[in-house]
């Protein structure tokens, strides 16, 4: 009987498992009700914040993400002093989407609000509205509720956290399904528009892991940089050189094969212990803070114009040759595993010149993305690319004959790579010219520079341009001709964006819209709708699907989806016309006509805003709490497909609609 119990009960964690996928907590509040004197006292609020997240500070200029707040909804025999105050590391940096500085703690965040008691009997009720984000989502405007009574001779404790301790006592020995009260709206005549329909929405499956992808593109580009580095002047006229002496050393065939895919392995380690290193020298914080950090973005522009300078044929970076000849003469002194050891460092070392300038590109763009593995990730691809010509070769050594032989071409790739490094420096700049407010790179002026750039490089490619290290052939050759293609193509793509154009292809790289003084772009998504009620029953009148979008006004990657994604002409014709949008902001602050107390996971909220509303209709209704957060629903309130957050794969989201409607007419 135990036994069944036991399993019953595994069963039932594992059926409430999904309902809980989506909700996020990942920030986490306690309230402390702190008496300084016989008057005055502090009301503390302490947060733990997951990795990844961020907590925004008090007072953020308008038209940025939500400020955290002090409300007071009752206060008898007391009254506050001064405004609330953050205490701890504060983080002040320029955030590129908002086009503003704003402030924001990470792992841990304190504020403090200073009371006065003016008499014997005191009680404060109220909350504290705070905004939170990390790469991919935001919160909706959070509150956290705080309850204090007392008199002047005694320490009150809090209400808030006796009711959050007795919650997590019960969730921790029962471990219950989560349970949201719905919201009554509406008449007995028309369908429960806030009926719950967690339960049906996970039965479509759940949406791509984001961070997986985002981990397959550094190892994707980790790979392309080893391939490039493979085709310079430093490292191709190598390989044939290295197989050669692995499969003479020996006469055992095996044994030299074996010896060429050791050196292979130690190629991957070489360059995956320099990916580790990067974490283990600059930290977790010190990477996620890189993507925005001034300082780091000026110093990661002019590494890359060097590097550029320095492919174009201005001078050779270069490693001390001491390094590499000391390495050189212990590898001959060695034998077994440690000189093929040895060797795979010496190559790091000769082809430094060459590789440098790639590995330090590599290194800067992953660091950018926030991942704490993402050096480690990139340095891999890097290697195995890298390693792998030297392991077939060593399986198929007659291919050695059909090798390119070196020459001019290698040069070609290493100047078309300066201008690639030229490009991405100005990526980089950008960051800093908006933190220090300098306005000289605006993203009209940004775009007009990567024009020239590839412009350049495609008279480049068709010989129109020579650097030091070109040969003087005339003739172009056909790879030649279809890069230049390609690169002046590009060039041209770009000129649109001078006068507004969204291009979305530059988007990740290009400065925020806000930036452009002249833009004739109009050709953007609205909704027809703000309200959930009304615009369910217009759908239900005109017997369309409809799609809530849930945001925010302080949610940057909603505003990339809308500007990446809807602009596309598909996607913008099935949203205007073969769905009714309803928009929905998390974060509005227009007061409803009257506070709604609701009960939520056993404790009561009180809706106060439009915002408050919205937030808990999409928790309640559909278990989530993230925004950017899209989902399908017919006129009954019922989902049609699986919900859709951050991803700006246009394929993967006409997809995501065709899926709703082609179920909505079933």
Request: charged share 20%.
């Amino acid at each position: 009987m135990t036994k069944r119990l036991l399993l019953c009960w595994l069963l039932a964690v594992l059926l409430a498992l999904p309902v809980l996928a989506q909700i996020q907590e990942p920030i986490k509040f306690k309230t402390e009700w702190k008496k300084t004197s016989e008057t005055e006292a502090e009301i503390i609020f302490n947060a733990t914040i997951d990795k990844g997240w961020h907590v925004y500070s008090t007072e953020l200029d308008e038209g940025g993400p939500i400020s955290a707040s002090f409300n007071i909804d009752e206060i008898k025999g007391a009254e506050t002093i001064g405004k609330l105050t953050p205490v701890g590391n504060e983080i002040n940096e320029m955030d590129p989407i908002f086009g503003m500085k704003v402030r924001y703690f990470v792992d841990k965040a304190t504020f403090i609000q200073k009371i006065k008691i003016t008499d014997k009997d005191y009680t404060i009720k109220g909350f504290l509205e705070f905004g939170a984000c990390n790469d991919e989502n935001c919160l909706p405007p959070t509150s956290v509720d705080f309850n204090f009574t007392g008199t002047s001779e005694n320490i009150a404790v809090s209400e808030t956290d006796k009711k959050e301790e007795e919650t997590k006592n019960i969730s921790e020995t029962e471990n219950t399904e989560l349970t949201l009260t719905p919201l009554k709206i509406g008449t007995s005549d028309k369908p429960d528009y806030w009926k719950p329909v967690i339960t049906e929405l996970n039965n479509f499956g759940e949406h791509t892991n984001q961070e997986s992808m985002s981990w397959i593109y550094i190892f994707l580009t980790g790979l392309a940089g080893g391939l490039l580095a493979l085709f310079t002047p430093c490292v191709w006229p190598i390989i044939p050189m290295t197989v050669s002496f692995f499969l003479k050393r020996t006469k055992d065939k095996k044994k030299g094969i074996r010896d060429a895919w050791t050196y292979g392995a130690s190629i991957v380690v070489i360059y995956v212990t320099l990916g580790l290193a990067i974490t283990l020298i600059f930290g977790a914080s010190a990477l996620n803070a890189l993507s925005t950090n001034a300082v780091f973005n000026i110093l990661f522009c002019l590494m890359l114009l060097i590097f550029a300078a320095s492919f174009f044929g201005a001078f050779e970076i270069t490693l001390p040759s001491k390094w590499s000849n000391a390495v050189d003469s212990k590898a001959e002194q060695t034998t077994g595993l440690l000189s093929i050891f040895l060797m795979a460092f010496t190559l790091s070392l000769v082809s430094f010149s060459c590789t440098g300038p790639i590995i330090g590109f590599l290194l800067v763009e992953v660091s950018t993305t926030g991942s704490v593995i993402a050096p480690a990730i990139g340095m891999l691809g890097f290697a195995i690319a890298l390693a792998l010509p030297f392991t077939l070769f060593a399986l198929f050594p007659s291919w050695l004959k059909s090798m390119p032989k070196s020459g001019g071409w290698m040069n070609v790739i290493k100047v078309t790579l300066g201008f690639l490094e030229l490009a991405f420096a100005l990526k980089f700049l950008s960051v800093a010219d908006l933190a220090y407010g300098w306005r000289i790179l605006d993203r009209e002026t940004f775009l007009a520079l990567w024009i020239v750039i590839f412009g350049l490089l495609g008279m480049y490619l068709l010989g129109k341009i020579k650097f030091p290290h070109d040969d003087d052939e005339q003739k172009v050759s056909v790879p030649r001709f279809f890069m230049a293609l390609i690169s002046l193509a590009f060039a041209i793509y770009m000129i649109p964006g001078l006068w507004g154009a969204p291009l979305k292809a530059v988007s990740a790289f290009a400065p925020p819209m806000q930036t452009q003084d002249f833009n004739l772009y109009k050709n953007e998504v609205h909704a027809k709708f703000t309200d959930y009620e009304a615009g369910m029953e217009y759908a239900r009148m005109n017997k369309k699907p409809v799609m809530i979008d849930f945001t925010g006004y302080g949610c940057v990657n909603c505003r990339k989806m809308e500007l990446a994604v809807w602009t596309d002409q598909n996607v913008s014709k099935l949203l205007t016309e073969d769905y009714v949008l309803i928009t929905l902001y998390v974060d509005d602050k227009t007061k409803l006509s009257e506070p709604i107390t609701v009960t939520e996971n056993g404790k009561e909220r009180t809706l106060r805003t439009v915002g408050d509303k919205w937030s808990y209709l999409q928790r309640s209704k559909f278990g989530a709490n993230a925004q950017p957060f899209y989902v399908l629903v017919d006129n009954d309130g019922m989902p049609l497909n699986k919900s859709y957050s951050y991803d700006e794969d246009i394929k993967l989201y006409i997809e995501f609609l065709e899926t709703g409607l082609k179920n909505y007419k079933k």
